[in-house]
DNA sequence: CATGCGTGGGG
DNA sequence: TCCCCAAGCAT
């Protein structure tokens, strides 16, 4: 590698770089303007697993709402989950507001400017890290993400498939690091990889590294990097219930904190399995009604079909499951996606 | 180290 | 319709 492989990205970058609401321009930044910690913090941990046109809006939506990690820390639990509601991976929103909290109380409102500082608290780990130290504070840290590892495994021609290939992308990322403008380079690499170096069709003929690419030179950069295969998607079944009192509450309850959907709201229902099991005990004993369709969702790591019922409740229902949120104070954005497709069925025949 | 953990867009 | 994928982390 061409020791200059670093500033040809930057010089690329320079002209390239994506505008995303919490990022500083190439420019700005040689300028001496230093982006806001918090929101880099913050727009990392959205990013994680998501994209950043979905990512975007709720970004804008957390800085309007907490200003500062001093605001967010002094949230409420429930409005920082109903905020997040539909971004998923909801245990981002449970270790956001514990890493606030920390670094509000403990301190002092500032982030830790190293890895190893970082890496302590909730929700960063060696991806994230390395991100804030490199974006923040400008520290050579190398940042390795699913764009960093595609682009290595193309520069290199590398044919060892994910996972067990991360250690070597790794290094040789580790290698390209540079201690100039680390922070941009960190962004430019990735940048790269969601533009140029795509996963599907790559613009070879547009990259700053087209020369030194020996994936390019081989003709293997669109089938790089290999993967292990993945265990198909079993299906789960489920019951769901969408009860409304006489006064027009729902009933919802607050899932447990560990778990699928885990502090977020949804609707009482049975457990979600692949096995066939008896329907439980509904959570008010009433005259529910099945609903025609059912509700199709699919997790990380399942399907699921959800069958509904729904019922009136009378106004001195005492539910074995859940509390009622009264009509006024109910948000459908405030549940997570499969929830809110579960209302979005079931109100019709609730009004 | 393998698994659990969401969602929406694109091919 | 389906599969793949996206700035990963915790256990």
Known sequence: ?????????????DTHARTMPWRVPPADRKAGVAPDPY????????????????????????????????????????????AWAGLGYYARARNLLKCARTVASEY????????????????????TSA????????QPETVVDGNVER?????????????????????????????HRPGDYAQAVMDLGATICTPRNPACGLCPWRTPCTARQAGTAPELPKKTPKKAKP??????????????????????DSGL????????GSDWSEAPAPPPAPPVDTDWHPLEGEVRHTFTHFHLILAIQTAWLPQDAAPSAGGFVPSAEFRPADLPTVMRKVFDLAQTSLR
């Open 131 to 138: 991100a804030i130290s490199a974006i923040a504070f400008d």
């Open 1 to 13: 590698m061409r020791e200059t492989a670093a500033q040809d990205l930057l010089d690329w970058y």
């Open 39 to 82: 929101h880099i913090w913050l727009s990392e941990v959205m990013l994680q697993q998501t994209t950043v046109a979905a990512v975007t809006e709720y970004f804008r939506k957390f800085v309007a709402r907490w200003p500062t990690v001093a605001d967010l820390a002094a949230a409420e639990d429930a409005d920082v989950m109903a």
């Open 261 to 268: 959907l885990g502090g977020m709201l949804g609707w009482p």
């Open 235 to 256: 299906v789960r079944r489920g019951i769901a219930y969408v009860g409304r009192r006489a006064d027009g509450a729902w009933l919802l309850e607050t899932r447990p």
């Open 151 to 179: 682009v290595m495994a193309r520069l290199h021609d590398e044919h060892t498939p994910l996972p067990a290939a991360k250690p070597i992308l790794t290094q040789q990322a580790e290698a390209l690091t540079p201690q």
């Open 108 to 127: 002092g409102g500032q982030f830790p400017r190293t890895r190893a500082g970082l890496e302590k608290l909730p929700g960063i780990g060696p991806y």
